[in-house]
């Protein structure tokens, strides 16, 4: 009984020394002691017949997998057979100091840490590098959606056959990130070497107050191989160059204070087109004036609209704001164009008042406000009130009546002339009595007929000019046919026609004496008049309220004009 449990507990024993011998996991590494910016290759080994592959997740930590390749070996030996696996992960340290290789697990089988010492490129590698890899961040200490400048240079004093570098990937609070136009490439010298650089720039702008925190980038590329080593095989591949950059901290800030609008903004300009010289205006006719606002180290979304006010006597029609970013290597300046269409509806002087708008000087860490000063303009009346006396009525004079020059007036010189050398003879006498009584009968004859003419035939019909009615036709001819300045200026004829007794007829006029949709309309119309997109106004409405629409009952009797031509009788 003894020796039967002996040799159970024997097998037993043997059957897991077998086990562990025939599953274990080894790992082990290339180096033990790199640079920060060298990699590292690990190996990790599996004996047995485990299936499950390792869980390399726990290096995420504190290194970043570059690439991973597996290989397998089968052995029969003796009979006996042994299976290996084998994985090689090329990894880079993600910082400096000493690094632990954790404990890394395929199903029950676990490997053992492995120490890993990191060490900070030393100032001497750095002066006498092939390649340098750089990044810059002003300022360190930023505000809530103000600008942040992040710079990346490469140097190379080798020719690179290739070269790839990562982007920039904001952590900690969320970030709108901008790169800035083309890469810039010049030369330097550092350390008596000559240096090729290319500098990449980006705008940040940190969204939330907090801790943000600009990772490492990573450069990879490969160095044009050497005039000496072009008949090596492996010398043509070119040396391989891998680089890290260093992390960046920035404290972002939050908005200094609630009483006004957030605008961070390094520089603040607004300009105004009637400011140094304002121009004279007319009761009637609209004038545009032009704001402008220009601020660096901001976007022009982030830019509000003027809040434009004017008295009662303008109409005001804005149009929208046109936005623009200007991008250079310092950064990003958001301009923001205003445009508004004023027209004056009565004569006189007038004050438009200051704009101002507050901004917060990230330079100079102090609340600032840009101010347009008030502008005074001049309204004159308009051309029909500018009239003090109407002119008098044109006169109209009879027509010249020419007179026939007779011919016995002629004959006459002739005959004189004939008098002094020889005596006249009596047929010549005959000839002009018979002449001139010819033409006295002519004479009578196309007077009677002129008169019978002028009293038989009608007047003529009445132009369009001064006839309401034609008038009210063309008027509803324009608007269907969507012509907005024609329907404005048949519009103001037919006023002139229905309210004689108004000096100026303007569509303040029609709004004026109009009511319900047919106000509507005109108002419409008026705002169409004035607005950069003239082409999408409609008329349609317009000439329906017009049709419906009963003119004043003196309107008839108001449009007649007098005649200017007098009757013959």
């Known amino acids: 009984m003894v020796r039967i449990t002996t040799l159970l507990l024997t097998v037993l024993l043997y059957l897991c020394g077998w086990s562990n011998s025939w599953a274990t996991l080894q790992v082990s590494a290339d180096r033990n002691q790199i640079s920060i910016n060298d990699n590292l290759v690990i190996q990790v080994q599996q004996d047995g017949d485990e299936d499950e592959e390792p869980d390399f997740s726990p290096l995420d930590n504190d290194f ?33 100091g000493t690094l632990t290789i954790p404990v890394l697990c395929a199903g029950s089988d676990c490997s053992q840490p492995l ?69 810039r490439r010049f030369e330097t010298y550092r350390n008596g070497w000559r240096y090729q650089v290319i500098e990449r720039s980006y705008a940040l702008f940190p969204q939330q107050s907090g801790k943000l925190r600009l990772p490492p980038l990573r450069f990879e590329g490969q160095l044009q191989p050497s005039q000496r080593s072009r008949f090596d095989h ?63 180290g901001i976007t022009a979304a982030q830019l509000p609209d003027l809040i434009l006010s004017a008295p009662e006597v303008f109409k005001q029609y804005p149009d929208q704001a046109a936005r623009e970013d200007i991008i250079d290597q310092n950064g990003i300046s958001g301009v923001v164009v205003q445009k508004v269409a004023l027209v004056p509806t009565r004569a006189g002087t007038f004050e438009l008042p200051e704009l101002s708008l507050t901004w917060w000087d990230v330079v100079e860490k102090k609340w600032r406000t840009q101010t347009i000063a008030a502008v005074t303009l001049q309204v004159l009346p308009a051309q029909r009130q500018a009239m003090a006396v109407p002119p008098p009525p044109p006169t109209i004079e009879p027509p010249e009546q020419t007179v026939q020059p007779a011919p016995a007036a002629s004959e006459t010189a002739a005959a004189t002339s004939l008098a002094a050398q020889s005596k006249p003879s009596i047929w010549m006498w005959i000839s002009l009595l018979c002449g001139s009584g010819w033409l006295i009968t002519g004479g009578l004859w196309f007077r009677q007929r002129r008169r019978h003419q002028l009293t038989t035939e009608p007047p003529p019909p009445p132009t369009t000019k001064h006839n309401p009615a034609a008038i009210k036709k063309q008027l509803l001819s324009s ?71 009963q003119p004043p009952a003196t309107a008839s009797k108001a449009s007649e004009l007098p005649s200017f031509y007098p009757t013959l009788r």
């Not at 040396?239 to 605008?263: E, G, M, T």
């Not at 304002?278 to 660096?296: H, K, N």
């Open 234 to 296: 492996f010398g043509q591949q070119g040396k391989i160059i891998r680089l890290r950059s260093d992390s960046i901290d920035i404290n972002v800030q939050p908005p200094a204070s609630n009483q006004h609008r957030w605008l961070p903004a390094q520089d603040l300009n607004a300009d105004d087109s009637w400011q140094n010289n304002p121009p004279t205006l007319t009761v009637g006719e609209p004038a545009t004036r032009t704001l402008t606002i220009r601020a660096a």
């Open 64 to 96: 970043e997998v570059l690439g991973r390749s597996q290989s397998s070996q089968i052995q029969i030996v003796n009979s006996t057979m042994s299976r290996e696996k084998v994985w090689s992960l090329t990894v880079i340290p993600r910082r400096s």
């Open 115 to 183: 120490t890993i010492e990191v060490l900070a490129q030393s100032q001497v590698a750095a002066d006498d590098a092939e390649v340098l890899l750089e990044v810059e961040a002003t300022p360190l200490a930023a505000m809530v959606q103000g600008q942040i400048l992040y710079r990346v240079r490469l140097f190379h004093r080798l020719p690179l056959t290739q070269g790839s570098l990562s982007a920039p990937e904001p952590q900690g609070v969320e970030t709108l990130l901008q790169k800035l136009g083309e890469d």
């Open 479 to 549: 608007a269907q046919a969507n012509q907005a300045h024609a329907t404005r200026d048949t519009l103001l004829q037919w006023g002139r026609q229905l309210w004689p007794e108004q000096d100026a007829i303007n569509l303040e006029t029609w709004q004026q004496r109009t009511e319900g949709e047919l106000r509507r309309q005109i108002d419409e119309l008026s705002a169409a008049l004035y607005s950069a997109d003239q082409q999408s106004w409609q008329g349609q409405p317009l000439a329906e309220a017009l049709d419906q629409w």
